[in-house]
């Protein structure tokens, strides 16, 4: 997956995620826990993406 393309999924997750915090009439807590688990997911896919989740997993082993 080139730069560019990760770029750009950051940036439309982003984008989604803005969207959401503003035009959806949610609780804050709910807002919160939405906010963490993508960042959360978009974290962990990073790690996957550039090859370091399996580094980190060699050195917990």
């Known amino acids: 997956m080139s730069l560019l393309s990760i770029i750009v999924v950051v940036l439309v997750v982003g984008?989604?995620?803005w969207l959401v915090n503003t035009y959806l009439p949610m609780d804050a807590k709910i807002k919160?826990?939405?906010?963490?688990?993508?960042v959360i997911v978009l974290v962990v896919w990073l790690l996957k993406i550039f090859g370091l989740l399996s580094t980190l997993r060699?050195?917990?082993?």
């Open 58 to 61: 060699q050195i917990h082993t």
């Open 15 to 17: 984008v989604l995620l």
């Open 32 to 38: 919160n826990i939405l906010n963490a688990v993508v």
